[in-house]
T-cell receptor, first 114, second 117 residues
């Protein structure tokens, strides 16, 4: 158990809909990262927050957005969903921004868009 | 930009065989290097890391040495077990941009290892 929690574990929804994925980082970790894992794209970094502020953006679509709240939990919002958005979405956390700081991953949310 | 290249899988071995998964990288700075493992149905877990050249990371019988001259970080294990069956990801942590204070992880595509009894 990494200490990072994600809800829900599974999500099935229809095209065009909007969903929210939730992540609680390990106690004391200030950085939260979101990743998308799919068979064709592999593990793609989406976005990072540090202590409530956006710090880095990766391959995140404009239809997707995220935020980190004062209690440090984070939410990833996916809207106007398409079939290609079906994937595993992972959240990870780390203590800070240090180069040697490993990230701790949650169990993921499996999103299926039908 | 930064990139990580891993040997393509899948890799299938018999129990007690020797394992090597190749990983090479390109980076603009002086990255830290990591191997993560993903067991079926789970998130990624850090397996080992090395933060500077010639460092050797090791854990659970796995080893990898940071080779700056060949920009490589190959994963090895002398005798694999069925329980090692998983997807292995090589990753590097480097500065977001020159002189910046933010570091980001860049992952390879992953190598699926299956160990048969």
């Amino acid at each position: 158990d990494s200490g990072v929690t994600q809800t829900p574990k599974h999500l099935i929804t229809a095209t065009g809909q909007r969903v929210t994925l939730r992540c609680s980082p390990r106690s004391g970790d200030l950085s939260v990262y979101w990743y998308q894992q799919s068979l064709d794209q592999g593990l793609q970094f989406l976005i990072q927050y540090y202590n409530g502020e956006e710090r880095a953006k990766g391959n995140i679509l404009e239809r997707f957005s995220a935020q980190q709240f004062p209690d440090l939990h984070s939410e990833l919002n996916l809207s106007s969903l398409e079939l290609g958005d079906s994937a595993l979405y992972f959240c990870a956390s780390s203590v800070g921004l240090a180069r040697w700081g490993e990230q701790y991953f949650g169990p993921g949310t499996r999103l299926t868009v039908t | 930009g930064d990139s990580v290249t891993q040997m393509e899988g899948p890799v299938t071995l018999s129990e007690e065989a020797f394992l090597t998964i190749n990983c090479t990288y390109t980076a603009t700075g002086y990255p830290s290097l990591f191997w993560y493992v993903q067991y079926p149905g789970e998130g990624l877990q850090l397996l080992l890391k090395a933060t500077k050249a010639d460092d050797k990371g090791s854990n659970k019988g796995f080893e990898a040495t940071y080779r700056k001259e060949t920009t490589s970080f190959h994963l090895e294990k002398g005798s694999v077990q069925v329980s090692d069956s998983a997807v292995y990801f090589c990753a590097l942590s480097d500065q977001e941009n020159s002189g910046g204070s933010n570091y980001k992880l860049t992952f390879g595509k992953g190598t699926l290892l299956t160990v048969n009894p």
